[in-house]
């Protein structure tokens, strides 16, 4: 079984340039709502079926929560059930928000 990589928001920036990358953002649906990186998954325990169904094993997932500390158990169970790409954006969405950009509906 891989291990997921933590990553800072410059690194996972970098790697959203890339094609077939996917962005799983963990937060509230309240806060993925009024603020997200574009293209952003929302993965929540509702959506996860459909997650698994979307998003291939082999897809690097880029796991995001508030600060990077809930992204990381999430990460984990990802690679758990065979996701082979898996990584924890430290900072999370609050430190993405002041350098990069995101779509914003407030």
Same mark, same amino acid.
């Given at each position: #079984? %891989?291990?997921? !990589?933590?990553?800072?928001? *410059? *690194?996972? &920036?970098?790697? =959203?340039? =890339?094609?077939?990358?996917?962005?799983?953002?963990?937060?509230?649906?309240?806060?993925?709502? &009024?603020?997200? +990186? !574009?293209?952003?998954?929302?993965? $929540?325990?509702?959506?996860?079926? *459909?997650? !698994?169904?979307?998003?291939?094993? /082999? $897809?690097? +997932?880029?796991? #995001?929560?508030?600060?990077?500390? %809930?992204?990381?158990?999430?990460?984990?169970?990802?690679? %758990?059930?065979?996701? /082979?790409?898996?990584?924890?954006?430290?900072?999370?969405? /609050?430190?993405?928000?002041?350098?990069?950009?995101?779509?914003? $509906?407030?």
């Amino acid at each position: #079984m %891989s291990q997921f !990589t933590r990553i800072s928001i *410059q *690194q996972a &920036a970098a790697l =959203l340039q =890339l094609p077939s990358v996917c962005l799983a953002d963990i937060r509230d649906p309240s806060s993925f709502n &009024a603020a997200h +990186v !574009t293209g952003a998954f929302h993965l $929540t325990n509702d959506t996860l079926p *459909q997650f !698994t169904q979307q998003i291939t094993k /082999e $897809t690097p +997932v880029l796991v #995001m929560c508030y600060h990077g500390n %809930s992204s990381q158990g999430v990460a984990n169970y990802l690679t %758990s059930i065979g996701y /082979e790409k898996v990584y924890s954006i430290d900072g999370g969405f /609050e430190g993405w928000r002041h350098v990069y950009p995101y779509t914003a $509906t407030v």
